[in-house]
């Protein structure tokens, strides 16, 4: 928990000079200076050397150095042996289930409304073993996450960190401060895996810290500093608004907690008595509307959401079933923040005369603590689990630290950056969020196969952090239930991604024998023929997959 969170005197190290001259560079070359930190900018502008607040870089650069991770042997780098087997193999699998689609849909799914891109290489080669429709534009859906993790740490490195501080907005006196307390927004998802239980203990350590510098009493506001971050809104060409209660439309902002997600738990008790509830993390700040009641048998109708004023957990839950968890999201990330630190603030003692504030550009005061968290710790979150919320933050936070901006336009620009840094080409790219949830964004299977072999190219540390921060087939996250018993069980690690009428799966395969892939299927149909990802395009994917893994490829 203490390397999760740091509280101390003042703002550390920021983002190197190095950084910054190549943040101006793809955002347009405006500098920036102390005026441009006290004040709303106009544009996008690189981040300042003095900039206390933000995702941290931790060096100058992510350097790429070599085409395998540490420890695997070098992979034959002569002709890509079984390269024409391959491809005749994946193309008959491609047409088998293109067949099976058509007759599952009576004819609706056919080869000329649905697209599949596959990309195939062999790492070390240079070479693409497999290639139809890879340059291709497609909506990757959650395979954007694989560019946003990406893009974050080779702009900013393996050590980067989420760094917000608290200030003092008059003088500290006597254990009083006689002016406002100031958070500065710096993006930080506040997520942990171990549940969201865990983010009021995380806010607890920094109200601890307040404390130890002297802070007992708050004459002022709690003053919210959200700075350049985006006022919490849906992105572009997200689902409509009857779907923006649910989880995987959680909000993004300057502030947020457990990625703006609310966790309800039901416990059935006595047939007819109350469910034992809890909704965490607590408390969100919004009015109760809580009532489970237990009934005979296994059935479940719980109903979950929340409203500007309320979070909503009605229903009922079978006595036989035990217990019942959902997950919704909250209407403001930054609201469901301030919330849970008013209330750290109160369990530590610290008074506060105030209300809850939320502003832009508020003068500098001196930093009494801050709240600090890896970016290390958000990667499995991203994706393994796939945190629509936390993606869309570190987005958002890549455009604070690298533009200046903590916008969907800054947060476009770092991964522009972050590609030429990796020396993939943009052509046919666009990037409006961070998780893929947007039907706007568009990849080739060619482009992500060389962002990942990019990554896998870089310094170690990094190298071992991306890949490991992935779905494992068969054993972990959103690939756990998949190609269990199977040669890819434990030795494919990838991106799922899914949204009506998209399906994807990119990432390595390590066969035995040492040869190793990076591969990426990208496939688009019509919506209305969302009953066939499971049926039949997952199957192709895994398919497609196991292929890898006969004779080694």
Known sequence: MADRQRAQASAGAAVTALLALLGALACGGRGAGAEARTQQPEGLRPPSTEQPEGLRAASTRTTVTSGRLPDRPVPDTGQARGAAELDERSRARVAHWLGEAA???????????VHVALCVRELGTGADLVARRADEPQPPASNTKLVTTAAALILLGAKARWVTPFEAGAPLANGTLVGDLVVRAAGDPLCERAGPGAVPALLDEVARALRAAGLERVHGDLVLDEGTFQTPAPGPSWP??????????????????????????????????????????????LAESYDVRTTAGTNVDVRVGATARSATVRGTLGQALGEYEAEFAHPDPVELFGSLLAAALRRQGIELAGQLRRAR????????????????????????????????????????????QGTRVGGARAIELALERLGVSARGWRQV???????????????????????????????????DSLAVMGRRGTLEERLRGTPAEGRVFAKTGWITGVSALS???????????????????????????TSVFKKLQDELVLLLFRDGG
């Not at 995987?248 to 008790?269: E, H, I, K, P, T």
């Not at 998780?435 to 990942?452: D, F, H, K, P, V």
């Not at 390590?510 to 009953?531: K, M, T």
């Open 361 to 404: 550009g508020t003068s500098r005061g001196v930093v009494l603590a801050e709240l600090s968290s890896p970016l290390a710790d958000a990667l499995e979150a991203i994706n393994s689990d796939s945190r629509n919320g936390v993606a869309d933050q570190l987005f958002l936070s890549l455009g604070q630290a690298v533009c200046g």
């Open 507 to 533: 990432g390595y395969a390590e066969p035995e024998g040492g040869r190793g892939f990076v591969f990426s299927i990208l496939i688009a149909y019509p919506s209305e023929l969302g009953g066939l990802n």
């Open 103 to 113: 007759k599952l849909s009576k004819g609706k799914a056919s080869a000329a409304n």
């Open 240 to 285: 409509d608004p009857s779907q923006h209660w649910a989880e995987y439309c959680a909000l993004s902002g300057g502030f947020s907690a457990n990625g703006g997600v609310l966790q309800a738990r039901a416990r059935a008790g006595a047939i007819g008595a109350r469910a034992a509830l809890s909704v965490q993390p607590s408390p969100h700040g």
């Open 433 to 467: 969020d961070g998780s893929g949830l947007s039907r706007e964004n568009r990849a080739t299977a060619r482009g992500i196969c060389a962002l990942l072999e990019g990554v896998l190219a870089s310094e170690p540390v990094t190298a071992r952090l991306y890949r």
